[in-house]
């Protein structure tokens, strides 16, 4: 179960509670064959941008890096599956890797707010961290800046209950997000197997964070650094690999919209009046398109989109994904990719938080390696990241892992950024990625023992339910 507390009671009820309400998900292929548009819309500062001045920008990011339509066809096709959210431009973006990193960041953005501060979590542990957390932000609640939470029900379930009674004494708006007791909550239907796996940080509407790094102590290590026991690493010698991303610009707007939208579903408390949307300049460079899925959506648009990327590849599709339990679709589109000379590389745990998911995913590695996928297992930490680069020029980070439950039961969110400048970084971070990992080979694969052929199948007979 990709639910990050991965307590084995909890697991047993969100496989109950889905049993009666089986979610499908779209048919990709209908979806990419809608013809592209032949002109590519942006949204910029101001609002859209004009055709001439759309032109004016392909040209000038093709022409920085030589003369190629690879990234036109790629800003076509994902606006061609666009619903709503639009492609912005002049964004300044900060790759940010592991959860240290990520922290110092996040706390220099906090201590910097002046209007409000949005959060919205799967995991707030009643840790450490979680108190560091906690501690600046009534910090700032009390100097008068708004402060926000949104948190997971089943992501805060080990919490003791002062914790959460501490921020809303100090002032915060805190939102659990469906929670497990039915007798609690503002919604009429109790969904328990609906969870919010989204991880943003929102500051004055200028500033957004997001993927894969939760507030815990959990992801308080590095790879190579030695971690703290916690719920959710048994293992304090190895740090935790993630990936996160800062953003500055208009894109940040979207995201905000996201996390209102969330609260205002949610039926949360009416929010203190603050300056939510300001007006927003151009900080940099880069396109980026916020994307948020929900349940209660007619399909998954991170799906259709992730999908598109790998469908319409001409080089390559470099995947470092946590959880990995592809549904046909996926793999049809990973293995199809891989036939067709794509360079189709993945980076998948060496060991797991969660072991059937674990071994679902490895249940697979024979049929895609027969195809000609490269399959990598991270050693040396607990990979976490959510990561996807493609063609040098499309590439996504966000809080949306490759299995049944974030393209069909949760609420995830993602931020895809098209340009290759931001592609030379994550292809960096990949290289670095690749050489902390063992590749597996068709030869040595065939050679695995029959305990390990035993829980892949055992893991696939679950695997909707994973």
Known sequence: MIIQTTNAWLGAGLALAVLTSCASLPDSRRDRAVPHAQQVEFEGAGGPV??????????????????????????AYEQSVNAGSPMVLGNKLTLLQNGPDTYRAMFVAI????????????????????????????????????????????????????????????GIHVLEFNPINPLVGNRADWLLNNRDHRKQLLIDG?????????????????????????RENDNPTVGWRDTHIRMEGPVVAEFQ????????????EPLAERNYF???KAQG???????????DDPHSLIYLTLLSAIGHAEHEVHLTIAYFAPDPQLLDALTEAARRGVDVRLVLPSNSDSGP??????????????????????????MHAKSACIDGVWCTIGSTNLDWRSFLHNDEINAVIIGRDFAAQMAAMFAADL???????????????????????????GAYWL
Not at 285 to 295: L, M
Not at 435 to 461: D, H, N, P, Y
């Open 206 to 230: 200028r500033i957004a964070f997001t993927g894969g790094i939760n507030i815990s102590d959990t992801y308080s290590s590095a790879p190579g650094k030695r971690a703290r026991r916690t």
């Open 50 to 75: 004009s055709a001439i001045m759309s032109d004016a920008i392909l040209q000038r990011l093709e022409g920085s890096h030589g003369s190629s339509d690879v990234l036109w066809k790629h800003l």
């Open 257 to 268: 919209k996201l996390f209102l939208d969330t609260w205002a579903r949610q039926k949360g």
């Open 111 to 170: 201590e910097g707010a002046r209007d409000h501060i949005n959060l919205e979590t799967f995991i707030f542990d009643d840790d450490e961290a979680g108190q560091a957390f906690s501690d600046l932000l009534l910090q700032r609640q009390a100097a008068g800046v708004q402060v926000n939470i949104i948190y997971d029900s089943i992501g805060g379930v080990l919490n003791r209950p002062g914790f959460i009674k501490r921020l809303r004494d100090g």
């Open 435 to 461: 050489a902390q990992s063992e590749a597996i080979t068709r030869e040595r694969w065939r050679k695995r023992g029959v305990l390990i052929r035993l829980k892949e199948w055992v893991a696939r007979l």
């Open 278 to 280: 300001p007006a927003l």
């Open 357 to 382: 998911v674990f071994h679902l995913g490895r249940s697979y590695y024979s049929t895609l390696l027969q195809a000609g996928v490269h399959i990598h297992e991270r050693r040396g930490a607990i």
């Open 285 to 295: 460079a880069e396109i980026v398109r916020a994307i948020g899925s929900s349940p």
